[in-house]
């Protein structure tokens, strides 16, 4: 089995990226404005992390707008080398971000919530580089976008995982105790996750140490 790439999210300084790179995270998570969840952190500051994060990392913002005009004004506050669009978008708004900034990697989240999720990630997959599987549900009145810390169904991810040809990150509730499993059943190009390396919001280096060891061990 492959060994998959790791993002730690919800990364609140500069400091806790350094730390995440450290344990040999392949990429860092920074939150922009979202309606709900943890670790939103200002623009200025995603700036300041993504200026230091080193070549090859990725830094992906997380942005919940969905037209092409606010996601790249925000990326462009921001400046990071990846954007993980945590609601739906329309397929104009992939090609206007293609036109408009055509060196910046394009991930999008599909919340898994039945079995519509799969036929959404398969049209998905014909526009972005990367498909983020995740917890969250945008159908509520109050959209939940991510940061749950709550396993959805990975039977549905595995499927997923098996009809699409891009790269497929899988998150919501991963934690040093069952990543083996998930890594098992899903077999995903990467991991994702926010909670499950965190005690009282900050990023805990015990936590990460056994998630990092667990995960990435073959």
């Known amino acids: 089995m492959m060994i998959p790439r ?4 919800c990364i609140g300084s500069v400091e806790e990226a350094i730390t995440a790179i450290r344990y040999g995270a392949s990429a860092v998570g920074l939150v922009g404005h979202m ?22 990392i990725g830094t992906f913002l997380l942005t919940s707008e969905t037209s092409a ?4 004004d925000h990326h ?8 993980q669009m945590v609601d739906a ?13 055509p060196a910046i990697k394009l991930v999008q989240v599909v919340h898994v919530i039945d079995d519509r999720s799969v036929e959404e990630a398969i049209q998905v997959s014909e526009l972005a580089d990367a498909i983020l599987l995740d917890s969250g549900n945008p159908n509520l009145k109050v959209k ?24 497929v990150f899988l998150a919501g509730g991963l934690t040093p105790e069952n990543v083996k499993r998930a890594l098992d059943e899903v077999e995903p190009f990467g991991l994702d996750l926010c909670n ?15 998630f990092m060891k667990s995960a990435l061990s073959g």
């Open 6 to 9: 790791v993002k730690i999210c």
């Open 35 to 56: 309606p709900s969840g943890p670790g939103v952190i200002p623009d200025e500051l995603i700036y300041q992390i993504a200026r230091v994060v080193p070549p090859p």
């Open 69 to 72: 005009e606010k996601i790249i």
């Open 76 to 83: 462009r506050k921001t400046l990071t080398n990846t954007l």
């Open 89 to 101: 978008v329309s397929r104009d708004t992939y090609a206007r971000l293609r036109e408009a900034i």
């Open 144 to 167: 939940v976008l991510g940061g749950t810390g709550r396993i959805h169904n990975w039977k549905l991810s595995r499927t997923i995982r098996n009809k699409i040809r891009i790269p």
């Open 196 to 210: 499950g390396v965190r005690t009282n919001g900050r990023l805990d280096e015990k936590k990460l140490e056994l």
